[in-house]
């Protein structure tokens, strides 16, 4: 069986490039266009050209949340094709929204990554059963761009869920926040 093993350099970049909704990457003059944009990066959460013109690339507003959702656990990416996808299921919307501070407690340096945020309210009532980390991008098709997509299960504390909650049960109008959810990366493969 034939095997991939990434270095610890590789390894020490790689889940904050994937996760950390504060990235950044200028590029060089000329590169950026919508399509490259997306084709040379797709794994970053913002991208913008901070030289502000001047021959520069073009700013693309990429940006990246947490949702967490009511109803039947996706089993593939198939009916999540944009930003809006299954939004009549989602509880509780977790956004940086320009805030410097929503994820200032995380550690994207890591592997495991550690995701926390601060509290935001729920929009509405019923039993979480699944999240989304979702990067979009809000320039391209019409702000429904999905670049990518993390999913997984829902579960009260020691269910053995992917995110566990003290409680599945969402309430309108209560405050909640992502605390030490964590996301390994595998540094090696067998196929």
Known sequence: MASIELSAGVMSGLPARIVNPNTSLNFPSGVASQTNVYNMAPLMPYLWDSGGGGGGAANYNYTSWIGIYQGAVPTDFTGLTTQQSRNADRLIFLQNNGSTTFWQTSVFTTNPVVINSTYVTATVSGTATWFRLLVGNSSIA?????????????????SGADLEIPSTAIVSGRAYRIQNLRIQFPSSWSY
């Open 142 to 158: 019409g702000g429904t761009l999905v670049v990518y997509q993390i999913i997984g299960t829902v579960g009260a504390t020691g």
